[in-house]
Structure formats: structure tokens, C-alpha cells
Nanobody, 121 residues
Framework: QVDLVESGGGLVQAGGTLRLSCTTS????????MGWYREAPGKQRELVAR???????NYADSVKGRATISRDNAKNTVYLQMNSLKPEDTAVYFC???????????????WGQGTQVTVSS
């Protein structure tokens, strides 16, 4: 059973943009904060951005000013818009949901399968 379904990854040139989408059930979406995490080869999974059910957001320092997370409550979908992409943004991006106020990845309860984002230089 897949709780969260991501889409929108792919190969992008440096300086380009992409938008990731994540859709889930209404029960999960309404009860949890939604977040995007990424895992690059050889590195620990890290927060990219997170949005609470009240619309409050937080971002990793590495993407501040370049990323925007948003949620569409009517579609049970969360989006991650990333601009000015860099090769170091290359990673598998995961959507996650959790009711905890803690944003660290291991506190999140529900996960998608991940979508690969590759930024070429």
C-alpha cells in the first residue's frame, strides 16, 4: 500500500525549474503536516521543505529563496516548486506526512516511494 504518490521528477539543467507533486488520501492530508525530503547518494536523508495544516512553512537553508512548498486542500496534494536548480540538488525526493511538530525525517509517519531529480551542469 502506497500512502503518498509523488510525480514530477526528472532531468533538469542547472538553472532550471521543476515542480514536484504529492497526492494522498484526505484523511492523511488533513491530519498531518506535509513535507519534502531528499536523499543524495552517500548522504543522509534531509528536509527540503515542510508545510503544516495551517499553512506554516519551513525550509532547509540550502533551498531558501529557491523553493516554495504549497498545499491544495481540495486536491489533497502538496507541491514543491524549485527554481535556480543546482547540481547539488540532485537526489531522490520523497514526500512525507506526519503529525509531529518535529521536521526531522525519522519522525515522519507516511512516505512516498520517491522520485529522482537530476540536475545536470
Amino acid at each position: 500500500q502506497v500512502d503518498l504518490v509523488e510525480s514530477g521528477g526528472g532531468l533538469v539543467q542547472a538553472g532550471g525549474t521543476l515542480r514536484l507533486s504529492c497526492t494522498t488520501s484526505g484523511s492523511i492530508f488533513s491530519a498531518n503536516a506535509m513535507g519534502w525530503y531528499r536523499e543524495a547518494p552517500g548522504k543522509q536523508r534531509e528536509l527540503v521543505a515542510r508545510i503544516g495544516s495551517d499553512g506554516s512553512t519551513n525550509y532547509a537553508d540550502s533551498v531558501k529563496g529557491r523553493a516554495t512548498i504549497s498545499r491544495d486542500n481540495a486536491k489533497n496534494t502538496v507541491y514543491l516548486q524549485m527554481n535556480s536548480l543546482k547540481p547539488e540538488d540532485t537526489a531522490v525526493y520523497f514526500c512525507a506526512a506526519g503529525s509531529t511538530p518535529k521536521s526531522t525525517w525519522f519522525f515522519q509517519r507516511y512516505w512516498g516511494q520517491g522520485t529522482q531529480v537530476t540536475v545536470s551542469s
